[in-house]
């Protein structure tokens, strides 16, 4: 306890006291729900998944402290199953449609959207008023028709300016959401940032929008040299990927035909005008390895034939010049013909994906290579995405204010790529089961990066009574995948 009453700090500029968000949970106490969670809901067909959200919450609510008090969370599992009920049958039936009847289908979708507002405002009041801090609890004040506008007014707005007002739509959401809170009468306060909204986005999009304006010019220019190489009378022109086999190529004995294509050429224009080509025996010097002439022999010898030469059809012989040059040929034609085997595979291995990854795959380094895409595609993804959740969530906590409170948040990118990436990578390779520590972890860093800055008094809050609200709202939400968070 004395440990966490340190952690308060004077704010030099301001000379405020800090108090920062404290998370304490640890993943091996968490394992434990987590994997009850799971086995349950798997046994019970998903029935148990409502009382599974209570504790996990619950969980993390309890472990979150300001001043050594932690939140709580007060919803009901019944309330909860009855939503997921409702969720689940509209779900069914929007399958079963599309599957079956797309009319039914089309008609649950513009009913969905229609009522998105309706199922925000009641999951955003089901959570709030089921949260509370020392026995205090919040509220959530915003109407239907304030959703009404910010969900589907101003979407309908993004054909018409070229998408230039998601930015402002994403503020809107986020001031919507943050300032229809209350913590007991007190209510939260964001600041309009909308030129720093803007700032961002235009950040976060400005690499993938060279990289659509690449791929829409790389093809625009491949057509307009086909296009001139047509009116030349040329062949099309045509990106290929490399392919590793040719750096092999050279080293396999039908291609060293090909380094004497030249030489070859040569041979054939002067054949009829050389000298019969003698048949030449191994060794260093040409005149010792050439029979002597007959005048150049002893007397005694000249006179005398080897008998083992005498008749014998497996002696050497000299090659005609007709036999020297079909012999060049046969083999000129051998190797165009290995040479066009290979190309004709190397095409078709490019044209078949399948086989030609499956040869590619066979390079020792190609692994390696992959790993590295891999890795750097993930880095891409996921430095975009820290980029985007660590500078709105600052930009929302920063410029929000509850009475004469104010927040400081200093979520970083770089930190979000690590947890995201190395999250990943464990929870694969545990083959999930390293999912609690994942949660564990990034809940701490959520919490040690956000502060409080002022006099924190609870005493100055005054809370009322609220009165439960169903579950019916949150839960259909989820079921279709819409998000309630902000920053």
């Keep these: 306890m004395s440990q966490l009453n340190t952690n308060q700090s004077i704010n030099q500029g301001t000379n405020q006291k800090t108090t920062p968000f404290v998370f ?7 394992f434990g729900i987590w994997i009850v969670n799971l ?19 619950k969980y993390f609510y309890n472990n979150t402290l300001i001043e050594n008090v932690g939140f709580d969370y007060h919803a009901k599992p019944i309330s909860i199953l009855k939503g997921r009920i409702i969720a689940f049958v509209l779900f069914a039936l929007y399958v079963y449609g599309k599957s079956s009847n797309p009319v039914l289908a089309g008609i649950l979708v513009i009913l969905f959207l229609l009522a998105l507002p309706w199922l925000i405002v009641r999951g955003s009041l089901f959570n709030a008023r089921n949260t509370s801090h020392r026995g205090l609890r919040f509220d959530f004040k915003g109407t239907v028709s304030q959703a009404i506008r910010v969900y589907i007014g101003l979407p309908m707005l993004t054909f018409f300016t070229l998408g230039l007002i998601w930015p402002y739509i994403a503020h809107e959401k986020s001031q919507f959401i943050m300032n229809s809170h209350r913590f007991g009468l007190s209510q939260f306060n964001m600041s309009r940032v909308v030129k720093q909204f803007y700032k961002v986005y235009l950040i976060v999009f400005i690499v993938p929008f060279f990289g659509i304006l690449a791929a829409i010019a790389i093809p625009a220019y491949q057509a307009y040299v086909n296009k001139a190489n047509a009116a030349a009378g040329q062949p099309k022109a045509e990106f290929s990927i490399p392919n590793v086999q040719a ?15 030249e030489t070859t050429t040569e041979m054939q224009n002067s054949a009829e ?6 048949q030449v025996y191994p060794g260093s010097n040409p005149e010792e390895a050439s029979p002597a002439p007959m005048d150049a022999l002893p007397a005694e010898l000249a006179t005398e034939q080897p008998s083992e030469f005498v008749n014998d059809e497996t002696a ?22 290995e040479e066009r085997k290979t190309l004709e595979d190397t095409i078709n291995k490019q044209q078949n994906p399948a086989e030609f990854m499956k040869d590619w795959l066979d390079a020792p380094f190609a692994w390696l290579l992959v790993l590295v895409g891999v890795l750097l595609y993930g880095l891409f993804i996921f430095g975009f995405l820290a980029y985007f959740q660590s500078r709105i969530g600052n930009l929302v906590w920063n410029n929000t ?40 972890r990034m809940a701490r860093y959520r919490a040690s990066k956000l502060e409080i800055i002022g006099d924190v008094d609870f005493d100055q809050f005054v809370g009322d009574k609220k009165l439960e609200i169903k579950a019916t709202g949150e839960e259909i939400a989820d079921m279709f995948d819409v998000d309630l968070s902000f920053g």
Aim: cysteine-free.
């Design 24 to 30: 304490t949970g640890k993943a091996s106490e968490y």
């Design 39 to 57: 086995l349950l809901s798997i046994v019970t067909l998903g029935i148990y998944s409502a009382w599974a959200k209570v504790r996990r919450k």
């Design 247 to 261: 750096f092999a190529a050279i080293h396999t004995p039908s291609n060293l035909f090909l380094a004497l294509n």
């Design 273 to 278: 005008t050389q000298a019969p080509i003698e």
């Design 316 to 337: 050497p012989r000299e090659l005609t010049p007709e036999e020297e040059l079909q012999m060049i040929e046969e083999e000129k034609a051998a190797a165009e013909m």
């Design 401 to 440: 204010t509850l009475d004469k409170l104010s927040f400081k948040s200093s979520l970083r990118a770089r930190d979000f790529t690590w947890l995201y990436l190395s999250n990943l990578v464990v929870i694969m390779l545990t083959f999930g089961l390293a999912t609690p520590w994942a949660q564990i």
